[in-house]
């Protein structure tokens, strides 16, 4: 577009560096040393570095060296800015939903209705990620239809009034032909997003949005075509907090497509007495019964009342002398001794 823009992002001005003293030199050799770090904040309002078509979103870092009586030193770096866009917000985790219909035609004569309607879960995703797709295309027309589903990057160039635009397909899908009076169900078609950048949407002289695109291709007709917005973000979505109310929005999304039903309330277990019947209770006291009388020990009660006696024993008691001292032979010795 022949227009060009460069903007100070860091405005300020370093410290002055000072001079470090050295050991003397030998005669004829002169040193002179500096030290000093600067190290500038970047700003959070900075969009995502871009290369397009068109234009191009750029970042450097340049640094001048000023010296009494002698030229200026300059160095240049090129660095990348990656805009934070999280996806973690209510607007982002809305579902997103449409419908569109439209008459075929051919040579002045209708040829029947065919209807689409379309559904995501949310309207935020990042890169590496699966959209399941819902649709249901219902086919009234006399012709078999293709169905077809893509993710479209659009890049809008501004300069001095003018603007341009390019479109490119990052990602795409294609269904099985629906004949005619048939209809078609999409029960959540996977569509990866692949490694592409972030949406760039606050910047003056450039925009890069997404969208999914579900359309129809009807033969001798123009194509029945629904848009869907995307965001591209850089911060994924939380496993807690935001993910539940994505987990729930899910849920309701699938009730109102009536692909899934919510699950009822999990019964209670049953009780200990209902599921052991009191005769094989019974048959297990009698068999314990031959195993206490024929043990040495003693015991004059019930034998789980004595394993409740030694759970709830409290602990000995510490004694200052030992009742048990070890011999003189086992009693360990200092090794500084």
Known sequence: MGATETQDCLPGRPPRVSPVSHPPKPLGISHLGVSGSYLPSIPRTLVTSFEGKHGSVRYCIKATLHRPWVPARRTRKVFTVIEPVDINTPALLAPQAGAREKIARSWYSNRGLVSLSAKIDRKGYTPGEVIPVFAEIDNGSTRPVLPRAAVVQTQTFMARGARKQKRAVVASLSGEPVGPGRRALWQGRALRIPPVGPSILHCRVLHVDYALKVCVDIPGSSKLLLELPLVIGTIPLHPFGSRSSSVGSHASFLMDWGLGILPERPEAPPEYSEVVPDEEVAAMEQSLLPLLQDSDMS????????????????????SEEDPNPPSEARRPRCMTC
């Open 299 to 318: 015991m004059e009660g019930p034998f789980f009342a004595y394993i409740q006696e030694f759970r709830y024993r409290p602990p000995p008691l510490y």
